[in-house]
């Protein structure tokens, strides 16, 4: 079965590092999302991705974050300079097309900033 | 803009019981869909049940149904012979451009 996969699992960074986080959506899928849940809280909503470009961000998605489709498999999220609050897990999502298609999650990557 | 409200934080319940887990939402669509998602102390999102707001019909995944009232825009989920494996977190989401998930509801099966 077709799955999203993220790597790394687990990183550990220090703050006012860079860090990117990756992810390989599932492969006729169109729309791509990254998510952050900072633990035991609520699922967030950071940017949607879509036909190459950002199609919509939240709040939370600045300046500091950026999103690439680098080689048309590969989706990842760039934090230029990570913060201690920007310790939480991330999600990264994709949706073949249209409001009825399921979200395939990937596992996440917990990002822990010292 | 969408937003969806799980008005208990946490719940319990006992082995083999039913349990039933509320979500109201609100939305300016007509057709629209539903989903309740799972996420087990692993972290992973699992998705457990989708309703399509144009059918009358409530969706049935096995132990898992709905109660869904459109009218009311509420979209509540019943665990029915309730195991232990179904101690999870559970996020009502409503898709529309982007998923928008509730807060969460932490349930917790005893033995």
């Known amino acids: ?114 | 803009a969408q937003t969806v409200t799980q008005s208990q934080p946490e719940m319990s319940v006992q082995e083999a019981e039913t349990v039933t887990l509320s979500c109201t939402y609100d939305t300016s669509e007509s057709n629209y869909y539903l989903f309740w998602y799972k996420q087990p102390p692993s972290r992973q999102m699992i998705l457990v049940i989708r309703q399509e707001a144009y059918k009358q019909q409530n969706a049935t995944e096995n132990r898992f149904s709905v109660n869904f009232q459109k009218a009311a825009k509420s979209f509540s989920l019943k665990i029915s012979d309730s195991q232990l494996g179904d101690t999870a977190m559970y996020f009502c989401a409503s898709p529309g451009q982007n998923f928008v998930f509730g807060p969460g509801t932490r349930l917790s099966v005893l033995p």
């Open chain 1, 1 to 114: 079965e077709p799955e999203v996969t993220q790597t790394p699992s687990h990183q550990v960074t220090q703050m006012g590092q860079e860090v990117i986080l990756r992810c390989v959506p599932i492969s006729n899928h169109l729309y791509f999302y990254w998510y952050r849940q900072i633990l035991g809280q609520k699922v967030e909503f950071l940017v949607s991705f879509y036909n190459n470009e950002i199609s919509e961000k939240s709040e939370i998605f600045d300046d500091q974050f950026s999103v690439e489709r680098p080689d048309g498999s590969n989706f990842t999220l760039k934090i230029r300079s990570t913060k201690l609050e920007d310790s939480a897990m991330y999600f990264c999502a994709s949706r073949q097309t249209g409001d009825d298609a399921e979200a395939f999650f990937g596992q996440g990557t917990r990002l822990t900033v010292v």
